[in-house]
């Protein structure tokens, strides 16, 4: 099974919009990270924003947000007052704590295009 | 800039040949991990050290190896290389083995 699953391969969103990235995830694993990161066309991995999942609060990072749905095991980013420069793909990663192991496992990705 | 570097930023090779891919970790951190991108498979996780310990395998290949030196660098060899093998390789680090990845340029291999 999929650990985590970005069901939008595509996504377009007017300037200075919202836009919400879905995410969800699979664990049985009580202790464990989310993460999101932006790749632009130049290719480099860009860290967003972390959640653990321990943490009461839903995660902010300037105009990056994390929607925390613990029960139904969702991390969605919320991305604020699109930018063109928002325009990148996006992926949500989980690591979790159990055994020796710390690396990430990605989701496909969501493709965001922001429209002038 | 995430402070994490590699080198070199672009490989082409043949088919058959040998590469070593270089990575610096952020001053300070001690986990060095190793990803692919590929198009069909997506992020993968091959391997993962740890103050110059191997810590953790993914889906690596037997062709392929690393190691973490003393000075915490870190080399991702490459062998036998096959078509499939191109793709874009990534070094992340963390300080330790429960913060935050950040990831280096990357490396882009094409093996033609």
């Known amino acids: 099974a999929q650990k985590i699953t970005q069901t939008q391969p595509g996504m377009f969103v007017q300037e200075k919009e919202a836009v919400t990235l879905d995410c969800t995830y699979d664990?049985?694993?009580?202790?464990?990270?989310l993460f999101w990161y932006k790749q632009p066309s130049s290719g480099e991995m860009i860290f967003l924003i972390y959640?653990?999942?321990?943490?009461?609060q839903n995660a902010t990072e300037g105009r990056y947000s994390l929607n925390f749905q613990k029960a139904r095991k969702s991390a969605n980013l919320v991305i604020s007052a699109s930018q063109l420069g928002d325009s990148a793909m996006y992926f949500c990663a989980m690591r979790e704590a159990s055994g020796s192991a710390r690396q990430l496992t990605f989701g496909s990705g969501t493709q965001l295009t922001v429209l002038p | 800039d995430s402070g994490v570097t590699q080198t070199p930023k672009h490989l082409i090779t043949a088919t058959g040949q040998r590469v070593t891919l270089r990575c610096s970790p952020r001053s300070g951190d001690l986990s060095v991990y190793w990803y692919q991108q590929s198009l069909d498979q997506g992020l993968q996780f091959l391997i993962q050290y740890y103050n110059g310990e191997e810590r953790a395998k993914g889906n690596i290949l037997e062709r392929f190896s690393a190691q973490q030196f003393p000075d915490l660098h870190s080399e991702l060899n490459l062998s036998s290389l096959e078509l499939g093998d191109s793709a874009l390789y990534f070094c992340a680090s963390s300080e330790g083995q429960q913060e935050t990845q950040y990831f280096g340029p990357g490396t882009r291999l094409l093996v033609l």
């Open positions: 959640q653990g999942s321990y943490d009461q």
């Open positions: 664990t049985s694993d009580p202790s464990y990270g």
